[in-house]
Structure formats: structure tokens, C-alpha cells
């Protein structure tokens, strides 16, 4: 449980406040979170689809990523009311603003771990 008062959560909460960076960071940010929104970037995905395609990613996880990603009105969660039940995630309008900041933040991350990896190679020899 995480002290609400104390010295290092009103920091973030200042900077989460008073930062649109740090507040985007703070939606996007997390392990899991990326990886679930580069595959619902390419359309609406049912839960077992989006749990297949992100190796690793434990059951308890998945559900408590996606909850936030809902509550934080970045995707949608759909049930059909069907035998056995149905459900379905997609990315809500406004999570869908959010496109060519991930593409950005991909691309920028691509190149970066390119050069990192050079460097290092280039270095060991």
C-alpha cells in the first residue's frame, strides 16, 4: 500500500501536475502498458488475442494494465453478452490521438537502441 503523504509521492504529484510530459508519462508508463498499445494501435483485439501476442505478460498484469489504460479513457473494454462471454478491446477516440506520439516514441526508441548497440559493439572490439 503506497503512503499518499509522503515526501516522494507529493514530488510526483507536483511534477505529474504541473508537467504535461510527466502526466503523459505517467499514462503511457509501465512495462506492459506499451506493448498493449502498439498491438490495439492496429485495431480491436480480444483479451486471448492481446495475451498470445505479448510474451511474458502474467494473467494478473494484463488485467490490471488494462484497467488503467481504461480508466485513464485510453481504451475500451466491450463484453458481448454471449456463451462463453466475449470480450474485446479497442482504442478509444481520444487514445487514438495519442498515434503519432507512439510512432514518434517507436521510431526515436528504434534509432536510440541502434546506436546504443553499435557503440557497443564498436567499443568491445
Given at each position: 500500500m503506497r503512503k499518499y503523504t509522503s515526501t516522494n509521492a507529493l514530488n510526483e504529484k507536483m511534477i505529474i501536475d504541473s508537467?504535461?510530459?510527466a502526466y503523459t508519462l505517467g499514462v503511457?508508463?509501465?512495462r506492459w502498458k506499451p506493448a498493449i498499445l502498439c498491438r490495439l494501435m492496429h485495431g480491436t483485439m480480444r483479451y486471448g488475442e492481446l495475451k498470445k501476442s505479448i510474451e511474458g505478460i502474467s494473467e494478473r498484469m494484463l488485467v490490471a494494465q488494462l484497467r488503467e489504460l481504461e480508466s485513464d479513457g485510453i481504451i475500451e473494454r466491450k463484453v458481448y453478452p454471449?456463451?462463453?462471454p466475449r470480450v474485446e478491446y479497442e482504442m478509444t477516440q481520444l487514445g487514438l490521438t495519442m498515434k503519432?506520439?507512439?510512432a514518434t516514441m517507436s521510431d526515436w526508441g528504434n534509432m536510440h537502441?541502434?546506436?546504443v548497440q553499435l557503440h557497443t559493439t564498436e567499443t568491445a572490439e
Open positions: 508537467c504535461g510530459m503511457l508508463g509501465g454471449e456463451v462463453p503519432s506520439v507512439l537502441r541502434s546506436l
